[in-house]
């Protein structure tokens, strides 16, 4: 069972930077992609970057441009610089761990707190 820790959430006004921490309680190579979810409230849950053992990289429309997305294999941690802020990426940041053998697996951390105030 993997276990996702986030951290680096907090309230930051916008224009300003944070950046998110997700600790994976195994090695990272255990899993085939690392991603960040988010989800404001009363909206469902959206996709805001992914990233593969191989380093490829995905992002959300409303992010490119803003966002890094990141891994540190020897920390077996995936971080996300966000930058350039603004109040619609409020939201409550969700790390997922994806495992696609024997079958298809998520993992989801406790979630993190982004608060952009205008």
């Known amino acids: 069972q993997v276990q996702l820790v986030e951290s680096g959430g907090g309230l930051v006004q916008a224009g300003g930077s944070l950046r998110l921490s997700c600790a994976v309680s195994?090695?990272?190579?255990?899993?085939?992609?690392m991603g960040w979810y988010r989800q404001a409230p009363g909206k469902q849950r959206e996709l805001v970057a992914t990233i593969t053992n191989g380093g490829n990289t995905n992002y959300g429309d409303s992010v490119k441009g803003r966002f890094t997305i990141s891994r540190d294999n020897f920390k077996n941690t995936v971080y996300l610089q966000m930058n350039s802020l603004k109040s619609e990426d409020t939201g409550v940041y969700y790390c997922?761990?994806?495992?696609?053998?024997?079958?298809?697996?998520?993992?989801w951390g406790q979630g993190t707190q982004v608060t952009v105030s205008s």
């Open positions: 195994e090695s990272i190579f255990s899993t085939n992609a």
């Open positions: 997922n761990a994806k495992k696609l053998s024997p079958y298809v697996r998520d993992y």
